[in-house]
């Protein structure tokens, strides 16, 4: 990948930390932070046994350089928006797929699979791209927005109202995945846009982090300690203090302002939208009747079905 020379009045710093809780006995969550670059992954590892972990350290070492095949050898002028959310859906894609097919057969490996989330940061835009859980959010003039939306069962009965917060808490499918890395079927990373300014902060982390500390006290430490390697610190602690369940990695970036004079723009219509019926989601709704017909059991079309609606989100979201 091509080294972001571009002149800005502001610098990326960024650092992360990770910790294996309270609970659990191995981190299977895992980072990259490529300061030349400017890419930054958090993965956190799904499967029994050492799997998990297996396909989370896969994620941060074999991404990046597929993402270097595809964008190391292009020249400035190519590197337009467009081309490069394809490569980053496609490398992920790519990744997926891959993982999937090493784990068929090996021993211990079965079923393995891992959430990314992915930050390039590339001229003043950053590239966001995401499969399952691990969050990204974004701090703006002291405003905390999560900028991507959990790739969950209980995510998907929620934008279909069909389960309230409340039952959310002890639903049984609490903690299910509908999109990660490594999955059996068709692959859609959710892959998105945008400007970053002087003094804006990203986290990047793992549900061991998001489902412990509460949006405002995330958006407190962010606010209260400009330093990256200081806010990771404080974020790890309070995940511990909310119960450390799980496994914790928090990787903070901050636009660090070098000039002043630069404008800062307010926080507005972040959030990703909800998705629209289509015509596309007609379409998958006469295969799903289609499927009444393959014997499969109720539960495992509407399994299915869950994943087959997540899949028609919009690949591309610009975030403004």
């Known amino acids: 990948m091509p080294p972001d020379k571009h002149e800005r009045p502001w610098t990326v710093q960024a ?23 400017l890419l930054f992954i958090v993965s956190d590892g799904i499967g029994g046994r050492n799997a998990g972990a297996v396909a989370a350290e896969i994620v941060v070492t074999a991404l990046p350089a597929l993402l270097e095949q595809r964008i190391g050898g292009l020249k400035a002028a190519e590197l337009v928006s467009s081309r490069i ?14 993982l999937f097919t090493e784990s068929q057969g090996r021993v211990g490996l079965q079923g393995m699979g891992a959430t990314v989330a992915l930050i390039w940061c590339y001229r003043d835009t950053a590239y966001l791209a995401h499969m399952g859980d691990s969050r990204i959010y974004l701090l703006r003039n002291n405003q905390l927005a999560q900028v991507t939306q959990d790739h969950t069962v209980l995510e998907l009965l929620r934008r279909r109202q069909e389960i ?40 990047i982390c793992s549900d061991g982090l998001s489902n412990m500390v509460p949006d405002t006290a995330i958006a407190q430490i962010l606010g209260e300690r400009p330093a990256p390697a200081e806010a990771c610190a404080a974020l790890i602690e309070a995940a511990k203090g909310g119960g450390g369940a799980d496994n914790i990695t928090a990787l903070v970036i901050h636009c660090a302002l070098d000039d002043q004079r630069l404008p800062k723009q307010s926080l507005q219509q972040l959030q990703p939208q909800e998705k629209k019926e289509s015509r596309e989601t007609d379409h998958v709704q006469v295969d799903v009747e289609q499927e009444r017909h393959t014997g499969q059991s109720r539960e495992a079309r509407k399994e299915r079905r869950m994943q087959v609606e997540v899949g028609v989100d919009e690949e591309q979201t610009e975030i403004t």
């Open 15 to 37: 650092a992360a930390l990770s910790d294996v809780g309270l609970i659990r006995k191995q981190n299977e969550d895992r980072y990259l932070v490529d300061p030349k670059h």
């Open 85 to 98: 959310v394809s490569i980053l859906s496609e490398s992920i894609r790519e990744l997926s797929h891959r």
């Open 164 to 203: 309230s917060p409340e039952e959310a808490r002890n639903h049984p499918a609490r903690g299910r995945l509908a999109r990660y890395v490594g999955m059996d079927g068709e692959v859609y990373p959710h892959v998105q846009k945008m400007v970053l300014y002087a003094d804006d902060r990203l986290l």
